[in-house]
């Protein structure tokens, strides 16, 4: 999610664009025009946080005031900068009658005027956005426990770790931004799963120059850059040994050593640690280590799969319907459509449910979704055997889940019997009932009335 403020820069100087372009886009999100005509394109089809506009526009119909009134009226609630080097004192005294906007003038010192004015005053626009953004929306009563936790660790005051556990695509990223907006501190994120490994202690503790070949100077960790605010660590469980013990002291001791460094460095840094692994298996396999599972888990949220709480398929479904449709088409879906995504795994979760709307948005040539609109669009890219696999494997492990909830009833939940029964060991047993996650102290009944099997 990109939330850098969004600010035009309206100018005819083409040197006075570039130079401010440059200079303001590692912190903005910078759009460009040397024209009123163009600047009121641009407001027309975006939402700025603030303009920048000069008076002056020399040879052209219209001048920096008639895009001030014309931002008054079209765009509210963006912030309005007048830079200018206008000597017109008619034209200063003009624009100084208009409400809503701020005089920099444009002279040899303007630039950190203007830097500081741009900062405070998208900063709460911005946060506003990004909170309306982050809002966590769901229809499953599991998911909303969730959510309730966080409010509870919230309002503890606690600075423990909090570890995010669910599949790839479940929306672990989405729930640490939305523990951090709520907290109201600023985030860093590292995927590991996307960071080279021989790179991984650069990036996350930092350099000294000459650390390594190719490090030419000192370099601050992405840890570091998260003091006195909160770093989030996706993918914990592909990080190496020694990123493990290094993450620990972090932890521990709040402080961190760059590489290279015989010095260490205190920092303040809450932790937000994710994975889609089974850190107790990995510590099990001596591949995670058990003393920093336990400073990461002291609150664990889990974040279950799509198909575990299927109110929420359709729900989404709709929601990114109404969000990739574009201007005038009016999708919807069919009932037989819907029946066809409740029928899918989503593997992939939301992520994937994602996807197979926006590929039929775009690909489709009708706007009713139907089961077979939903189906080309799951099986799009595969080939026609892959689709047939994946859909045996739903029935067959769907039959399974039914074979085990029968006997376990016919024996009143007597595991030994039941995997007698059944032809399997009782570890085998055990691990079907673990994947299936039917609750050990429940009746076999009681299984099937609370996981009802979608067909």
């Given at each position: 999610m990109n939330l850098k403020p969004k600010i035009l820069i309206c100018d005819d100087d083409s040197e006075i664009l570039q130079t401010l372009n440059l200079s303001l886009r590692s912190s903005f999100e910078v759009t460009t025009a040397n024209?009123?005509?163009?600047?009121?394109?641009?407001?027309?089809?975006?939402?700025?946080?603030?303009?920048?506009?000069?008076?002056?526009?020399?040879?052209?119909?219209?001048?920096?005031?008639?895009?001030?009134?014309?931002?008054?009226?079209?765009?509210?609630?963006?912030?309005?900068?007048?830079?200018?080097?206008?000597?017109?004192?008619?034209?200063?005294?003009?624009?100084?009658?208009?409400?809503?906007?701020?005089?920099?003038?444009?002279?040899?010192?303007?630039?950190?005027?203007?830097?500081?004015?741009?900062?405070?005053a998208t900063q709460l626009r911005v946060a506003s956005k990004a909170q309306a953004q982050i809002k966590y929306l769901t229809q499953s009563e599991a998911v909303k426990n969730v959510l309730r936790q966080v409010d509870t660790i919230i309002r503890s005051n606690s600075e423990a770790p909090i570890l995010i556990l669910g599949e790839t695509g479940t929306g672990k990223e989405f729930l640490a931004q939305h523990i951090a907006l709520n907290l109201k501190m600023k985030a860093v994120t590292a995927n590991m799963g996307c960071v080279p490994k021989e790179m991984a202690e650069s990036i996350l503790f930092g350099h000294e120059r000459g650390a390594f070949t190719g490090a030419v100077a000192n370099k601050a960790g992405l840890i570091e850059t998260a003091h006195n605010g909160l770093f989030f660590l996706d993918e914990i469980g592909e990080c190496s040994a020694s990123v493990q013990a290094k993450l620990l002291r972090v932890i521990q001791e709040k402080e961190v050593q760059a590489l290279g460094s015989n010095r260490t460095k205190k920092i303040n840094v809450r932790f937000i640690a994710a994975t889609n692994r089974d850190l107790n298996k990995q510590v099990a396999d001596g591949t995670f280590r058990l003393d920093l599972l336990q400073r990461l888990n002291t609150f664990v949220l889990k974040l279950p799969s799509l198909r575990e709480r299927p109110e929420d398929i359709i729900f989404y479904a709709n929601l990114f319907i109404n969000d990739l449709s574009r201007d005038g088409d009016r999708f919807h879906l069919t009932s037989d459509g819907e029946a066809e995504l409740l029928s899918y795994q989503w593997q992939g979760n939301i992520r994937e449910l994602r996807n197979v709307i926006e590929r039929i948005i775009v690909l489709s040539t009708k706007t009713s979704i139907d089961k077979a609109v939903v189906a080309e669009a799951i099986g799009y890219g595969r080939s026609p055997h892959e689709v047939t696999v994946t859909r045996a494997e739903v029935v067959e492990s769907n039959a399974r889940k039914e074979e085990v909830i029968k006997t376990l009833n016919e024996f009143n939940g007597n595991k030994r019997k039941a995997a007698?029964?059944?032809?399997?060991?009782?570890?085998?047993?055990?691990?079907?009932?673990?994947?299936?996650?039917?609750?050990?102290?429940?009746?076999?009944?009681?299984?099937?009335?609370?996981?009802?099997v979608l067909t």
């Open positions: 024209s009123v005509e163009k600047a009121k394109k641009l407001v027309a089809d975006s939402d700025f946080d603030a303009a920048v506009i000069d008076l002056n526009f020399e040879g052209q119909e219209h001048d920096g005031i008639h895009l001030l009134d014309f931002m008054n009226k079209q765009s509210a609630g963006t912030f309005l900068i007048v830079l200018s080097g206008d000597t017109s004192t008619r034209r200063i005294v003009e624009a100084t009658r208009r409400k809503h906007f701020q005089f920099i003038v444009k002279d040899d010192g303007y630039f950190q005027a203007l830097l500081k004015s741009l900062t405070s007698v029964s059944l032809g399997i060991s009782e570890a085998t047993l055990y691990r079907w009932i673990k994947e299936f996650k039917l609750n050990n102290t429940q009746s076999a009944q009681a299984f099937r009335n609370r996981f009802e």
